[in-house]
């Protein structure tokens, strides 16, 4: 193996707090070579961003406790360096690119002084030879106007595009090696797909190395040389990425491997992280077969019908507070769905799909056209009808409030217009639990005593509280880590399947989409492009943003193909 | 959307606003007590105060006095003092100089000291020297204003005697002869000034320190710092480049709502210190029901408080690039 340019060598990690020292790093040992791309791999939690922060040292300190371990990153002790000496690494000869575009960049300053800061950092030059050399850099990253984008503020930018200004940044002092915690999480698809060849491409030219963090094995498959894959604060397995990923040996990069919807049947039952690391994570535990259920198909009628649905947000407004121009979410939208079926809508951030679904449950009102419910229109129905079409949220963290207890956010729909005793209300929320795989006996617990998996299953059980027909699923699954979201679609398919309930899903995650849906619409621009049954126009699209879509989702089938 | 449609909207809402204090405090001040008592004194007869009612238009339904008084304003006049006859305007003009020399004071030396402190104790504020000086700064914020401004006096006029305890003199000009035909004037401050400006900005700091440090602290934790440390930026430039600029953002709004309490407030130092400003004027004139006075302090007061949040509506856009309307 040629020279490392990082070893990490038997790290242990503990932090401190009142409560007691949590161990977050159990002894880790790594290795990265010159101008290898390395991926670490493993869901939230699982101490991979503690491994890349740790790196240069950007704990506090004071509140971790390193009882073993030795990092050697370019032959240099960084563990005994002190905070001048790890200043003049930093950014200089390791660079480091962080996940959320939105926020790692300062908003009161220009692109121009951030990027210019760290070579005049690092660098013998002048302010005029350091701003030829940012915007040399900026034209690197295939920004096609590097001036503008050099005198833009952050907030002037797309995420992409900021994401390009983070790694010129990264580049700048041509480093030897680039941490690059979870780059693209926070991006499209399309974005994403540029940025990773981006970010590929340089490392490649410039013979840097790259240390990739991810929860994303297909991310990972496409991008790195080696893997490490991570689960409570270990390296359970690592090996070639062709290795690791086409022939697991640990049983949780196997049931990681096996919850991702990409190339399972649709609508089978997927395999979840819990169900595998019960016995214990020693690596030789046989994976328990996945039970299968027949699904059934149950078309019936027509149970609703969105007709040249228009959605519109106020721009400006004139003195008196009217809005005078208007952005056009939703353009024209026509789409139906027949009872027992799903469909899912699916799209970009901004295409409409959001705004849409809040139209639906009457969130939102339309500035055109009408949404029918078993053929009537939605606001023409009594409360009692209305209320068969529920939502689910995206981000169970923010949608439940906090200083509730499970059976009364459960039970709050009950309570509408009604008041049933309180120990109804509690009989119901425990068979809900029951319903959605929560113990029963957890309904006095508050929103932040459960995971974030369990926290959906409180969404969709409230959901659920006033017998719906109608599901509407925002993004159900985008906040949650692969194994869970396996749970959270097995949960979902189980639930249409015994209730014959409708689901009118939204995503941007094709995988999770083939999975789950009967009939797709893609939306682009506020624009529903291209409809129909969901294999047809996910196998052979028609259009040509559906086809970008497709070629841009990072696929392990495809990553290994190539 | 034209460049002036922001002012025209701010312009608006003060026409308004103005409207509905002259309205408001017309009626209120007519529940207070009958200006023709006030006018008339004590053992007036039954004759003399029907006369000075018909004067002043006092005999009039109220609604019909309502419409004279605005009528008047619209057309620039604001009546005269009941007391001495002058403008009632131009009486509030002449006092306000001192009470906006006085608040500008306090609030410049507030914010001189607020924000080094309060980015030194925002910077790190679990080590135990912030923790202690954070707890200083909490007890001086439970002072009341004019407490401090009483053991003031106590310390530096009564007991050591260096300065004036009551009292307002404008500073002099002293002349800088540079040569003998040239000279810079330079003005010399009174030190009249010192301790009411000393004890308002007693009053500010400790709350505007604690808003700076909350706000820094707060901006330590974002993404950028850490962006900014994986770049090798040192202790020093995160603070003063990154996270001061950040927290400055709350302390803006601060300081506009501290303006406001400045001129309303003014009433209790004034009266401690007999400083000749609007607040003593407004305590004068409200005890001898000089309506048109009250007014008129009325009036100026509110449009200056509206204009100091229009003005820091402004710093927001100068100091957040987030708020500037795009397009340029």
């Known amino acids: 193996m040629v020279k490392p340019v990082v070893r990490i060598d038997d790290l ?18 790594l290795e990265i070579g010159e101008g290898e791309i390395v991926g670490v791999v493993g869901e ?22 390193v009882p073993t371990g030795t990092i050697s990153v370019l032959e240099h002790d960084v563990r005994a360096m002190d905070e001048k000496q790890l ?14 575009p939105m926020t790692a960049l300062n908003p009161v300053l220009r692109v121009k002084d951030q990027i210019d800061d760290v070579i005049l950092r690092h660098k013998d030059v002048t302010p005029e030879e350091a701003e030829e050399m940012s915007l040399k850099l900026l034209a690197d990253t295939k920004i096609t106007d590097p001036r503008r984008v050099y005198e833009s503020f952050p907030h002037e930018l797309s995420g992409g595009m900021r994401q390009r200004v983070m790694i010129a940044m990264a580049f700048s002092c041509s480093p030897k090696l680039i941490v690059a915690d979870e780059p693209t999480t926070a991006l499209d698809v399309t974005v994403q797909a540029q940025i990773l060849a981006l970010l590929k491409e340089r490392a ?117 507070g009217r809005p005078i121009t208007f952005h056009t979410a939703v353009d024209h939208v026509s789409v139906e769905i027949k009872e027992g079926e799903t469909l899912a809508l699916v799209g970009e951030s901004g295409c409409g799909k959001t705004s849409l679904a809040n139209a639906v449950v009457g969130l939102n009102r339309l500035a055109d056209g009408e949404i029918l419910y078993r053929g009537k229109n939605i606001l023409d129905h009594d409360p009692e009808t209305r209320r068969e079409i529920q939502i689910v949220f995206q981000d169970p963290q923010s949608s439940l409030d906090p200083r509730w207890p499970v059976w009364r956010i459960m039970t709050e729909p009950l309570t509408v217009g009604k008041s049933p005793t309180k120990a109804e209300l509690r009989d119901q929320a425990a068979s809900l639990c029951e319903m959605v795989g929560l113990e029963p006996n957890q309904i006095d617990r508050l929103p932040h005593e459960f995971s974030g998996g369990q926290r959906q299953r409180i969404a969709v059980g409230r959901a659920l509280s006033v017998r719906p027909k109608l599901l509407v699923l925002d993004e ?17 398919l189980d639930l249409q399947d015994e209730h014959g309930l409708t689901y009118l899903f939204i995503s941007h995650d094709v995988a999770v989409v083939r999975h789950i849906a009967d009939k797709v619409a893609v939306m682009y621009q506020s624009k529903v492009v291209e409809a129909g049954d969901s294999e047809q126009v996910l196998t052979a699209p028609t259009h040509e943003y559906t086809r970008t879509l497709m070629n841009a989702v990072p696929s392990l089938k495809r990553a290994f193909a190539a | 959307m034209g460049p002036l449609v922001p002012v025209m909207h701010q312009l608006t809402r003060l026409v308004v606003l103005l409207f509905m204090v002259t309205t408001l ?22 004759e003399q105060l029907e006369a000075i009612r018909a004067q002043y238009g006092l005999d009039k339904p109220l609604v019909i006095q309502y419409l004279n008084y605005m009528g008047n304003l619209v057309q620039g006049d604001f009546g005269k003092s009941l007391a001495s006859g002058e403008p009632a305007m131009g009486k509030v003009l002449t006092m306000l100089p001192a009470t906006l020399l006085i608040a500008g004071l306090a609030m410049a030396f507030s914010i001189i000291v607020a924000i080094p402190l309060g980015a030194w104790l925002g910077f790190k504020p679990e080590r135990a020297d912030r923790r202690s000086v954070s707890g200083i700064i909490f007890v001086f914020q439970g002072v009341p204003g004019f407490v401090t401004a009483l053991i003031f006096i106590q310390i530096f006029a009564v007991n050591l005697r260096w300065l004036p305890s009551l009292g307002m003199e404008w500073g002099t000009i002293m002349e800088w002869a540079i040569t003998e035909s040239f000279s810079i004037p330079i003005p010399v401050p009174s030190k009249t000034w010192i301790l009411p400006a000393a004890s308002l900005s007693w009053f500010l700091m400790p709350s505007l320190t604690r808003v700076v440090a909350a706000n820094t602290a707060e901006a330590m934790r974002e993404d950028y710092i850490r962006t900014a440390r994986a770049g090798g930026a040192p202790a020093s430039t995160l603070l003063w480049r990154h996270a001061l600029p950040n927290a400055l953002l709350g302390a803006a709004a601060l300081i506009g709502t501290q303006f406001a309490f400045l001129m309303g407030g003014a009433v209790i130092t ?32 509110a449009t200056l408080v509206f204009s100091v949040n229009a003005l820091t509506d402004l710093s927001f856009q100068f100091l957040d690039p987030r708020l500037r309307t795009k397009g340029n």
């Open chain 1, 12 to 29: 242990r990690l503990e932090f401190l707090s009142q409560a007691g020292a949590f161990e977050a790093l159990k002894g880790i040992s």
């Open chain 1, 44 to 65: 939230s939690g699982s101490g991979k961003s503690v491994t890349a922060m740790n790196l240069l040292q950007l704990l506090p300190r004071t509140k971790i406790n």
């Open chain 1, 87 to 100: 200043q003049h690494i930093r950014g200089g000869e390791v660079s480091m690119i962080f996940q959320e």
């Open chain 1, 204 to 320: 490649q030219t410039t013979g840097t190395s790259v240390l990739l963090i991810t929860h994303d094995l297909a991310v990972v498959a496409q991008l790195c040389d080696r893997v490490y894959v991570m689960y409570k604060g270990e390296f359970v397995e690592k090996g070639a990425t062709k290795d690791v990923i086409g022939d697991p040996q640990h049983v949780y990069t196997r049931a990681l491997l096996n919850s991702l919807p990409e190339g399972k049947a649709p609508k089978s039952r997927l395999a979840t992280v819990a169900a595998a690391m019960i016995e214990g994570n020693t690596g030789d535990v046989i994976d328990e077969p996945i039970e299968q259920v027949t699904r059934v198909a149950r078309t019936g009628d027509t149970i609703l019908q969105i007709q040249n649905a228009v959605v519109r947000y106020p721009k400006e407004y004139n003195l008196f």
């Open chain 1, 476 to 492: 159900p699954t985008s906040a949650l880590d692969v194994s869970v979201q396996a749970q959270i679609l097995n949960l979902l």
């Open chain 2, 25 to 46: 405090l017309f009626f209120m001040l007519r529940l207070a007590g009958d200006p023709a008592l006030v006018l008339a004194g004590n053992d007036a007869t039954p």
């Open chain 2, 270 to 301: 004034e009266t401690i210190f007999a400083w000749p400003g609007i607040g003593w004027l407004l305590i004068e004139s409200t005890q001898t029901l000089d309506f048109p006075v009250v007014q008129s302090l009325a009036l100026c007061i």
